[in-house]
């Protein structure tokens, strides 16, 4: 039931941001006080903490111990960059792209990387693609989480193991929420600010075993600036997987995110992050099952996101607008919240239909979740109301 009567009660903390996300529950700037501020990231403080957050982000996420962790600059994207620019050419390539992120790797390798090769397996906002139409003889390029659609994998069970190619994953808005089959993974990519919390500028750059060979045994046609450069004489740079960064990282992020490890696996560990995701999830899931005005834009429940959550009006009323004015009605319910400083941060990305993406990762309260759905019912009649009276 949608109502005009303000609700009672507010969440503690309104940040339901897709990214950067909300802090871990209880933080404050006294959790950075031991960060190596002003020191070298190369001098032996500043290296033993890049080495803790890369064994802690082992420890956590249950990383093969032959696989190779980095830290590497420009969050997610340069992570997802570094491996395409990297990686590809040596064979064919099969893009697998279901929203915004995923259809800008096709972009990069298509128009920017050249690649002649290219197959692209696409489904629109909601969906996945055909994923039995995929060539694993040949690297294959996919979002384990779409982020700006609220659409996953459900598992990797579609990944053979006797695979030919690699698997390059951008799991940004997965890893810490979702369980990564890492046995079915050659790369792996994500960034601090997702479901941790952390602050944003640097990324996570997993390598399998079958990575670190292709590294090694081919060299792309094209120039790859030092940033992206991982190998040296034909042999990866060992450092870059032991703390010495590329390019210099922000102690301050560095401790940020130790601090958030360290969080995670004070509650659990792996099991405890997924557990709290899928516990916000479903308060989400439940209220959208009794709304008249909303539903979920991913169509397989199997498929639906447990972090990103996105969702899109239903009420008939609403859905008979054109693009132009649900995006319109959209952005005056997400404004009108963020006035009454309940929800930040919720409209759906630009690209994506319009709606609402609500974040539900590890570090949201579910009680905040919960004191938030009065608020939406309150959002949206009071926008509708205001709809009608311009009409």
Known sequence: ???????????????????????????????????????????????????????????????????????????????????????????????VAWESFGSGWV??????????????????????????????????????????????????DFIPADRKGLTICDATSAAFAQ??????????TFSWQKVLGGEGAHGMLILSPRAVARLESYKPSWPLPKIFRLTSGGKLIEGIFKGETINTPSMLCVEDYLDALNWAKSIGGLDALIARADANAAVLDRFVESSSWLGHLAVAPATRSNTSVCLSFSDPDIAALDADG???FAKGLVSTLDKEGVAYDIGSYRDAPPGLRIWCGATVETSDLEALLPWLDWAFASQKASLKAAA
């Open 179 to 188: 369980r990564l089959d890492f046995e079915k993974l050659d790369v792996v």
């Open 1 to 95: 039931m949608t109502t005009h009567t303000k609700p009672g009660f507010r969440p503690v903390n309104p940040n339901f941001s897709s990214g950067p996300c909300a802090k871990r529950p209880g933080w404050s700037v006294e959790a950075l006080k031991s960060a190596a501020l002003g020191r070298s990231h190369r001098a032996k403080i500043g290296k033993t903490k890049l080495e803790q957050a890369i064994e802690l982000t082992r420890e956590i996420l249950q990383v093969p111990a032959d696989y190779r962790i980095g830290i590497v600059p420009a969050s997610d994207t340069g992570a997802v960059e570094m491996a395409l620019w990297s990686l590809l050419g040596e064979r064919g390539v099969d893009m």
């Open 107 to 156: 972009t990069d390798v298509v128009k920017q990387l050249k690649l002649a090769d290219v197959r692209k397996i696409e489904a629109g906002y909601g969906e996945l693609p055909d994923l039995a139409k995929i060539d694993f003889d040949r690297d294959v390029v996919f979002t384990w989480n779409g982020t700006t659609s609220g659409v996953r994998v459900p598992n990797g």
């Open 326 to 328: 649900q995006a319109a």
